[in-house]
């Protein structure tokens, strides 16, 4: 084992307190870096003025730049940001980037002025809607990521699948490191998840969960026209949504307005919950997952589900199918067949017992010390030094 402590930047766009995925996983792997006694400072956007520009949150060392009063989407211009980088990757011995990101190229040139190395962790291919000026973006986009990963060591990705069908990481491929995420979750509270059962199905009646964002990628309207086959099963079957659901650079709220509407007496919408163990009891609360997206690379609340002893329907996607594929707990559908998912939410709902494994054997699988392990290796390889 290698004793050597490191100095690691990680270099992103949202960090503490905005919460997604892919910042949840960036979390585990810095402040399990600390707990090992590694330095690991944060360089992202102050992306609500409130926030400090400089704290320490749980041993990882946090540095805001404030970006300009305008964005594109959920992008951010920060005119600091090339000479803060530069500054702290002196401080640092390998510098850690998320892609897709506007700022990849501008990141590997200054890792070659400060001989640096950049080892970036790839959450997903840019997929934007159609349309030219969506077309000008992703092409953009993608010069600058592919820029930077012809230089970079290696890439990490999420699993072999993934890498072996993403545009991203093909150009690439023999360089890519198939790391699962990061994935902690607490125990259920047995009690607490048959009082939130109770609360959203007083009659007894399934309740079948959502986890994730209200965005058009993940197709929640597939899910909520899946009760009209659910509902042959199960007539007063519920769907409970866990995640933010109006959000403003999104209008996909308002796109399925109707829909929403339309099945309205059978919907519950929790909004954005950030508290781990109300995750942990809402998964327990409910029957079975379900993530009805068109493109996935994981979404790690499929293993939080089952270490949770929830089953899931995913659909059949690159990357997204690993969880099912890997563990046999819970089954894959075609992308968007409303119909399709419904029968396999009802054949869940007929078998549980089939689709259920031990939690031991779940987190056996997806190992977070693993993942853990795997990075720290990866950054003692590639630090500054090269020991």
Request: hydrophobic share 40%.
């Amino acid at each position: 084992m290698n004793e050597r402590k490191l100095n690691v930047l990680i270099c992103l766009l949202y960090y503490l307190p905005h919460r997604t995925g892919m910042q949840l996983y960036i979390q585990r792997i810095a402040e399990e870096l600390v707990r090992r006694g590694h330095h690991v400072t944060v360089l992202c956007a102050r992306h609500k003025p409130e926030l400090q520009r400089d704290e320490t949150i749980n041993g990882v060392r946090i540095v805001r730049l404030t970006p300009l009063p305008f964005a594109v989407s959920r992008g951010m211009y920060m005119p600091a940001y090339p000479w803060a980088a530069y500054k702290l990757m002196r401080q640092h011995d390998v510098v850690s980037i998320h892609t897709p990101m506007l700022e990849t190229a501008l990141l590997s040139v200054l890792g070659m002025l400060t001989g640096r190395r950049i080892v970036p962790t790839h959450h997903g291919d840019l997929i934007l809607p159609a349309g030219l000026f969506n077309r000008v973006i992703t092409a953009i986009m993608f010069a600058m990521y592919r820029f930077m990963a012809w230089r970079a060591p290696a890439v990490i990705a999420y699993s072999e699948d993934y890498a072996d069908h993403s545009y991203y990481l093909g150009p690439v491929r023999k360089k890519v490191r198939p790391i699962y995420p990061p994935i902690t979750m607490p125990r259920p509270n047995p009690e607490r998840a048959a009082q939130l059962r109770a609360e959203w199905s007083p009659d007894g009646a399934p309740l079948i969960g959502y986890a994730g964002r209200f965005v058009q990628e993940k197709r929640p309207d597939v899910l909520i026209r899946a009760l009209d086959e659910i509902h042959k099963q199960h007539p007063n079957a519920r769907i409970v949504f866990a995640g933010q659901y109006d959000i403003p650079y999104e209008s996909t709220w308002e796109l399925y307005k109707p829909i929403v509407d339309k099945y309205r007496d059978h919907l519950i919408f929790l909004g954005l919950k950030d508290d781990m163990q109300f995750m942990a009891d809402f998964f327990a609360a409910i029957d079975v997952l379900a993530l009805p997206s068109d493109s996935e690379c994981f979404a790690l609340v499929q293993v939080e589900a089952m270490l949770c002893g929830t089953p899931v329907v995913m659909t059949d996607t690159p990357g997204g199918r690993v969880p099912v594929s890997a563990t046999g707990m819970g089954l894959l559908a075609p992308k968007g067949d409303p119909q399709a998912f419904g029968k396999a939410i009802n054949r869940v709902l007929a078998h549980p017992e089939s689709f259920t494994k031990p939690h031991d054997e779940i987190s056996a699988v997806f190992s977070f010390e693993e993942t853990v392990n795997r990075y720290e290796q990866t950054f003692w390889e590639y630090a500054v030094d090269g020991r």
